[in-house]
């Protein structure tokens, strides 16, 4: 014999199934697109990093050295430097960013295969 709370507690099993199903359909084409975003950025990562890291290198020893042979003033030497530590830490960011577009998109698969 069935009553009337064990009916409704099968519907709401069925309608919450329904629901996580559809979403799980949905959020396919978003772990796609987050993996293709995920290999593009480690690969941009990789390729221009070594190449950023060398002209930042590159603009801090020049504001040094103008500054040690006196072309620049301090203030340019200065400007100079800070500009070579934010091309310098570019590729740190990247490598962040990378790194949480991996985690959503760990945590949606997680989602989606519970």
């Not at 003033?73 to 310098?88: D, H, K, N």
């Amino acid at each position: 014999m069935f009553t009337f709370v064990g009916i409704v507690t099968g519907i709401a099993r069925i309608i919450i199934w329904l629901v996580r199903f559809i979403l799980k359909i949905l959020l396919i084409p978003v772990i796609i697109g987050l993996t293709l975003l995920e290999w593009i950025c480690t690969i941009a990562v990789g390729f221009f990093g070594p190449l950023f890291d060398i002209f930042g290198v590159v603009l801090i020893a020049t504001g040094f050295l103008s500054y040690g042979f006196g072309l620049d003033p301090l203030s340019e030497m200065w400007r100079t430097v800070g500009y070579g530590v934010a091309f310098c830490m570019l590729p740190l960011a990247g490598g962040w960013m990378i790194e949480r577009i991996t985690l959503l998109n760990l945590q949606i698969s997680l989602w989606l295969h519970r």
